[in-house]
């Protein structure tokens, strides 16, 4: 079913927004179900999960896609094509320190907390203007990601990612992520760029496993 879910999921995508696959607490073997069916970018939340999942010599593209504190960052800092979830100053401090190390450029996203929820990390959207002043060597912002929020109200859904969209087109931003298994259609109507997508693709997750 992991095969057919990501075609049905593949086809209702345009072409210029990528499917993240997220595939936290799912066995490896179901990554690798979802590789042949051509999928190639995978989402973790958690490093030490991402850390038992990557292997050196595979073609696929690594996403950190959870809360990301600073003592992990040197573990996979160049390991992944893209790290959606930076939420502070301090942090990106981290990730330019550890990227000049390893004589890389790491690409992330400022994760924004548009809907000021208490259970989110992320900036204030009003901070985006001072982050982007400070200068990166080794780092390089390509845009935002956005959690939609905590409610199963459409309209108030639609209004954030709108909010998100706005915020995209003002800073001129390449990518925005937003979107996953439950509102990830309405994101395709707000400029989003990829979609976060686990259940929808590997089926309910079993947390206790």
Known sequence: MIQENIL??????????????????YP????DEAIRAGQ???GENKVQE???KYRPDENIHWHMIGHLQTNKVKYIVDKVVLIHSVDSLHLLETINKEAKKKDVICHVLLQVNLAHEETKFGFDESMIEDVLAHTYENVSI????VIGPNTDDETKIEELFQQAENLKN???FKELSMGMSHDYKIALRHGTTMVRIGSDI????DYSK
Do not use: Q, W
């Open 8 to 25: 049905k999921i593949k086809n209702t995508l345009p072409e210029d927004v990528d499917l993240i696959a997220v595939s936290k607490t």
């Open 28 to 31: 490896r073997n179901c990554i």
């Open 40 to 42: 190639l970018d995978f």
């Open 50 to 52: 991402l850390l038992e």
């Open 142 to 145: 390509d845009g935002l990601m």
């Open 170 to 172: 003002k800073y001129h």
């Open 202 to 205: 590997f089926g309910k997750r």
